[in-house]
């Protein structure tokens, strides 16, 4: 069985609250947060298309040798 937790990202109670604190620190109202979610999906739908062309591009081998060189950095970037 699937719990929310692998789902849902990090639950434990000390960070239910985190971007409730982040609106806070931000004077960013319910409303203005929603309206942000909304463009920053929208952004990345776009982008999500243009990163698919890359494989038609470039050929799925190089495609694929830049995805994993990217993966590797992300995963050896210092943890804040």
């Known amino acids: 069985m699937l719990s929310t937790g692998s789902v849902l990202g990090d639950t434990k109670p000390e960070n ?3 971007p409730m604190e982040a609106m806070k620190n931000t004077a960013c ?3 203005s947060g929603g309206w942000l979610m909304s463009v920053l999906s929208t952004a990345d739908i776009v982008l999500a298309i243009f990163a698919g062309l890359l494989p038609t591009l470039l050929g799925p081998k190089v495609a694929g040798l830049i995805a994993s ?3 590797v950095l992300g995963a050896s970037a210092e943890q804040s």
């Open 69 to 71: 060189g990217f993966t």
């Open 29 to 31: 109202t319910a409303k």
């Open 16 to 18: 239910l609250h985190a």
